[in-house]
């Protein structure tokens, strides 16, 4: 088991502590299948009680929100369709690549990205009555959290998906975990 020291300053002082690799790989995995599981269930969810319907959140929930601009032209019409099926199928797609280990880093980032619409729209249009910390925001920090550590080495696809000729480019690889 590998132990490394991490020393900082933080606002000044100095900080220093003892990570094992060992316990914190155990503990980016545990990360990786909860948020991957949160976010299958969700869509399986929608899939399993189809057909699903977006508008109430696209066109009601989110009226007089930051969002609202960006959101209500997808309350109707074939961008309501495209919601519609996007959603539950993105929620799925995502699940399975971050419990799979398959693009990793890009499937947390859509999660991530889905979280923030829940959240400002949620909260915004709840007036906050659960406060600014909600699961929506600790959502949108553990999937930045796979981002950032690129969370797809242990037990995923990822690391298989690396030594395949495709994602030799520098560029692709930063798609992966």
Do not use: C
């Amino acid at each position: 088991m590998s132990t490394q020291s991490i020393r900082t300053k933080f606002l000044g002082t100095e900080t220093s502590f003892s990570v094992s690799g060992a316990w914190l790989s155990y503990w980016i995995l545990l990360l990786r299948l909860t948020a991957g599981w949160w976010m299958l269930h969700a869509g399986l969810d929608k899939i399993w009680a189809w057909p699903f319907d977006a508008s109430w959140f696209v066109g009601g929930a989110a009226q007089g929100t930051i969002l609202a601009p960006f959101v209500t032209p997808f309350s109707d019409g074939i961008l309501l369709s495209f919601v519609n099926v996007a959603v539950p199928l993105g929620q799925t797609a995502i699940g399975l690549g971050i419990i799979l280990g398959v693009l990793t880093r890009t499937a947390a980032f859509f999660g991530a990205f889905l979280m923030l619409f829940f959240y400002f729209i949620n909260g915004y249009g709840g007036g906050w009555a659960h406060g600014m910390v909600t699961g929506e925001l600790l959502g949108i920090m553990v999937f930045g959290t796979i981002v950032a550590l690129g969370a797809g080495g242990i037990l995923a696809v990822d690391n298989r998906l690396r030594e395949m000729g495709p994602f030799e480019n520098t560029r692709l690889r930063k798609l992966l975990g």
